[in-house]
């Protein structure tokens, strides 16, 4: 459970009352894809990766459809960790749930 820890402080720095049972749900989802550094993080900068994580994640797990509303929170994903250039996959996927109000299809 130490994972989880460590990812609760990371999302902190974005807001605060990440609950472990949404840290674990994303951790599940993500599974080996945690395992090799490149992987567990997100790269703003690259279009093919933010558009595998709306096909993906956003439209698989969350339910979203809209292209433009998703892609809209996104961005403001990617602006909400403008300084960090280690963008955890696990605090980003939880940001975007909360953004789009599906952080309830996580649990």
């Not at 990812?7 to 807001?15: G, P, R």
């Not at 969350?62 to 996959?89: E, F, H, Q, Y």
């Amino acid at each position: 459970m130490a994972d989880a820890v460590d990812h609760t402080e990371d999302l902190n720095k974005y807001c605060s009352g990440a609950g472990a049972a949404h840290i674990s749900a994303i951790r599940k989802y993500l599974g080996i894809a945690l395992t090799k550094k490149d992987s567990s993080l997100v790269s703003c900068s690259d279009a093919t990766e933010l558009a595998r994580v709306r096909d993906g994640y956003a439209k698989k797990k969350l339910g979203l459809a809209d292209d433009k509303a998703i892609d809209a929170a996104i961005k403001n994903v990617c602006t909400a960790m403008k300084g960090d250039n280690t963008k955890s996959r696990i605090a980003f996927y939880y940001l975007l749930a909360k953004q789009t109000n599906t952080l309830g299809k996580l649990a």
